[in-house]
């Protein structure tokens, strides 16, 4: 019988957290809460895909100071992002002299990273490992949809690539906010073809996550402060409420999605909402962080949503696989998930 | 401290393995070992990527079958493989119910994955993992250099990114060969920026991760079977051996490059030799195992490398950064390893 929820004995602490985000984000409903921006959005570097690189430099580097962390300290990186074979990843954390894991998981990155490094700290396999992922609205247009430059229409389904990066130290120490339990996601493909309808495309993968999580764990949703998705934006969250509703779980109350808090949707022109490996991150980084430290949250779902589609794959007519990782993270360490 | 070589517990079981690879391979000096092969490369599909998704499928069914399990016994899947957006993993695994942790470590993919169904089975948070990665040459040549039928030259450095896929599943039961050490690998860059030298700039990473291995275990390489890489080629693993020779290692009595063992280099015309997530890959599941099965091998190194590049990084001028991931293969449930 398969293993669903992986219940962590010892939970782990996000120990310390660091990001970066663009010009957009931070003029955004939660710019005060981000570490840093860059006004050009550039980093300082001739490409785009360098500049995103060096945001993952910047936020590992930044995560690694509010701990009070060298990388040595640092048994193992857990990192991806969309671009080709992941480069932003693997030139941005290069010179981090630390065992480096590659991993893709599209806009779920983040989630699987977070499931990967808890997972090997609470098992004592690593001391203290790093999640790190990024995206930049830049190089994902030109990788995934039309130069800059092209100007291309966007449906009011299409959501927004974000700008930003964020890193995560996870470690087993015994100071909240702790990763109590996980539960990786399957891949979910209910034919959708649409590339500027992503949410539709992940909803499938997040309905089934979360109807395992609660039909195993017995819980219902509102015993938990918030379920954030990310990134289902508009349309994919509508869907979400929907299906769950269906199947005879009500999460309306206590759902917020990434895509929809980093920016005024209408306002700041981003259609369905934001999207991209670094939205879900800096949300959960900067924000989501926040209102854990101050109580405000206490016990909630994370459960981050990626399409593991490519151009090519489109172009030849297939639809679009999705995946969605829950990670639940607490305030208290004496939850049952500790004796689970 | 940084964790250096991660020592398993209790050191899971490789509980069968399957593969299937292309008509090169086939006809190659390893041809009689693998589980399948498809004369027209194209495994019945109308694109090389979906041909290459397809090999990832019959693979993984194939090892499900050699051991007796069905999708609903696998606990995780981590996979991997070089075309963007792991759309090889991501399409060709989509159909099995299993949750999907998607890997990107290039030629490294399938120790990246022994490693963490290892990790995680070894410490009892997964019963059971499958680790899956393949390459596809026809995929691959469009993807990375030129489409085939503009017939670019290769220079003698060049490696032959060759057809395959492989499969494992890792148990924590009681049978050889056993996962007893494993050592995750650091980017490396030395600045090599030639494209089709990727053994130049794969072999450092390699010497990293052994230099490290053997500085922290005090062994000594001929207490070893064999030391496999995957895949130096012949270019790569001269700079392997001399390198380490100048640490004072001397691995040449023993080392074996699985891009040199799958292919006749010079009567097949591959040049430098194989390379690509299934060169090592299919190398590891039907020729490695075959000779730990008859106790030929008793006690591995199985260092794979990968070159984290992407021809847009290349294009922009950067080098080319390397890992090399180490798995350590025993036969006998009694190395120190168990204890360590």
């Excluded at 990192?79 to 991993?103: K, M, R, V």
């Excluded at 990273?113 to 004592?124: E, P």
């Excluded at 759902?255 to 959960?284: E, F, M, N």
């Excluded at 399409?307 to 030849?316: E, F, V």
Aim: proline share 4%; glycine share 12%; with cysteine.
């Amino acid at each position: 019988m398969q293993k669903g929820i992986i219940r962590l004995n010892n939970p782990p602490s996000i120990a310390a957290t660091g990001n970066i985000v663009g010009k957009k984000e931070h003029e955004g409903p939660l710019g005060k809460y981000f570490d840093g921006f860059d006004e050009t959005d550039t980093f300082g570097m001739p490409t785009w895909e360098q500049s995103e690189s060096e945001m993952q430099r910047l936020a590992l580097n930044r995560a690694l100071d509010s701990g009070g962390y060298k990388i040595h300290d640092i048994d193992a990186i857990f990192a991806g992002d969309l671009i080709n074979q992941c480069t932003s990843s693997g030139y941005g954390l290069a010179n981090f002299d630390a065992p480096f894991f590659g991993l893709y998981g599209a806009c779920s990155t983040i989630a699987e990273g977070l499931m990967l490094a808890s997972m090997t700290v609470s098992s004592g396999l690593l001391n203290r490992a790093a999640a790190v992922t990024s995206s930049h609205n830049c190089s994902a247009e030109r990788q995934f949809r039309y130069p800059l430059e092209y100007g291309g229409q966007r449906p009011p389904t299409a959501q927004w690539t974000a700008t930003g990066s964020a890193a995560f130290i996870i470690e087993g120490h015994n100071k909240p906010p702790y990763i109590s339990e996980v539960l990786p996601g399957r891949v979910t493909d209910k034919g959708i073809n649409d590339a500027n309808n992503m949410g539709a495309a992940m909803a499938p993968a997040a309905v089934d996550t979360l109807k395992r999580y609660f039909d195993e764990s017995g819980k219902s949703p509102d015993e938990f402060s918030a379920i954030f998705t990310g990134d289902l934006g508009w349309e994919g969250s509508g869907i979400l409420v929907d299906f769950l509703r269906a199947e005879g779980i009500d999460i309306a109350r206590v759902h917020r999605d990434c895509g929809l808090l980093l920016y005024d949707r209408i306002g700041q022109d981003v259609h369905a909402g934001g999207s991209g490996c670094g939205c879900s991150a800096t949300v959960l980084s900067a924000y989501i962080m926040k209102k854990l430290a101050d109580l405000e949250l206490t016990d909630i779902l994370f459960v981050a949503t990626g399409a593991l589609m490519s151009p090519a794959s489109l172009q030849q007519g297939l639809t679009i696989p999705g995946v969605a990782h829950l990670v639940r993270i607490t305030m208290s360490g004496s939850t049952e998930a500790k004796n689970g």
